[in-house]
């Protein structure tokens, strides 16, 4: 008999940022939800340089994750490769353009103890 293998948040979250780390992630951050939000236990949100990259980085880890971890996510932004979300269900990744990453912000809006330099 086989034993069941269990895919906890911080097994996921791992393969995220291992996956993303080595396709060239930038300024990968990782934000911890639980207690703030019911959609996820972890956000992770990272840049690439072009659409190519930031398209390329979001299959690659939504391939990872099905090989590896049996998780099938959500993907939605990769044809225009501006901003692509990957929904594996705990654990939500963010991958932008960095200019469209300045543009949202979203690292204030989930850590609100954080103060804007300038």
Do not use: C
């Not at 019911?38 to 994750?65: C, F, H, N, P, W």
């Amino acid at each position: 008999m086989q034993a069941l293998n269990i895919v906890n948040s911080e097994t996921i979250l791992a393969a995220v940022l291992q996956s993303l780390d080595d396709d060239k992630g930038e300024d990968i951050v990782q934000i911890n939800l639980r207690g703030k939000s019911e959609m996820g236990d972890y956000m992770v949100i990272a840049s690439g340089r072009s659409t190519r990259q930031v398209s390329a980085m979001a299959e690659k880890l939504a391939d990872k994750l099905k090989q590896e971890l049996g998780i099938i996510s959500k993907t939605e932004g990769k044809e225009t490769g501006d901003w692509v979300l990957v929904d594996t269900g705990d654990v939500i990744v963010h991958i932008f353009r960095p200019e469209v990453r300045e543009f949202y912000q979203l690292e204030k809006m989930w850590q609100p103890g954080k103060v804007a330099a300038g």
